[in-house]
């Protein structure tokens, strides 16, 4: 499909464990972006990447989460010792480039829940 | 603070209405903003979208006007139609979009037969 793609759909694990979140954006878009959906609350920023480089770390909930991107293309969103209010739907983005006037595609989201 | 707000948690338009959903923002520096329609366990999908050098975008039934005086835009839909029905998010974006999209809480909106 021409959409973005994240893996896996749906996650379950027990606290404390790690987990790494994988979306592939849409051919050629350069701006990437990862955003969470806890329950009952609205959309949040975590961070973004143009290219390889995500300039500010800064909307990452803790020092557990760590993000990366490789070939300018996928990008794989670590927590690291996951604790129950990690749970949340995780959202990524990719948009043609990092101007204002592009809008930001969606992929279905990758559903994390902590036992 | 929420930065933009979408006051009407839900809407409920007669088939064939004009369905309109509003929202405000209080962040001057925003530059860009869009409509998303969002159905259960789907991710959003990108309606339409104004830059704030205009006041209105047209898209087939969906019209965004945009009121940068009173910090306020809204989504016009006509006519309505049931495939219509689903969680529409309002978002914004400051010039460079470093800081990603600001979202409000979403209105959901069901179109009655």
């Known amino acids: 499909g021409a959409g973005v793609s994240q893996s896996p759909s749906n996650k379950v694990t027990e606290k404390g464990k790690d987990v790494e979140l994988r979306c592939d954006p849409i051919?050629?878009?350069?701006?990437l972006y990862w955003y969470r959906q806890s329950l009952g609350q609205g959309l949040e920023f975590l961070i973004y990447f143009q290219g390889n480089s995500a300039p500010d770390k800064s909307g990452l909930p803790s020092d557990r989460f760590s993000a990366e991107r490789t070939g300018g293309s996928v990008s794989t969103l670590t927590i690291q010792r996951t604790q129950q209010e990690d749970s949340a739907v995780y959202l990524c983005?990719?948009?043609?480039?990092?101007?204002?006037?592009?809008?930001?595609?969606f992929g279905d989201g990758t559903r994390l829940s902590i036992l | 603070d929420q930065q933009v707000k979408q006051n009407s948690p839900s809407l409920s338009v007669q088939e064939g209405r004009i369905s309109i959903l509003n929202c405000d923002y209080t962040?001057?520096?925003?530059?860009?903003f869009l409509w998303y329609k969002k159905y259960p366990a789907e991710g959003p999908t990108f309606l339409i979208s104004i830059s704030s050098i205009k006041d209105k975008n047209e898209d087939g039934r969906f019209t965004v006007f945009l009121n940068k005086s009173a910090k306020h835009l809204s989504l016009h839909i006509v006519p309505s139609q049931p495939g219509d029905s689903a969680v529409y998010f309002c978002a914004a974006i400051g010039l460079g979009g470093a800081d990603g999209l600001t979202f409000g809480k979403g209105t959901h909106l069901i179109i009655q037969p």
């Open positions: 051919s050629g878009h350069t701006a």
């Open positions: 962040n001057s520096m925003f530059d860009y």
């Open positions: 983005a990719s948009s043609l480039r990092q101007t204002t006037n592009q809008p930001q595609h």
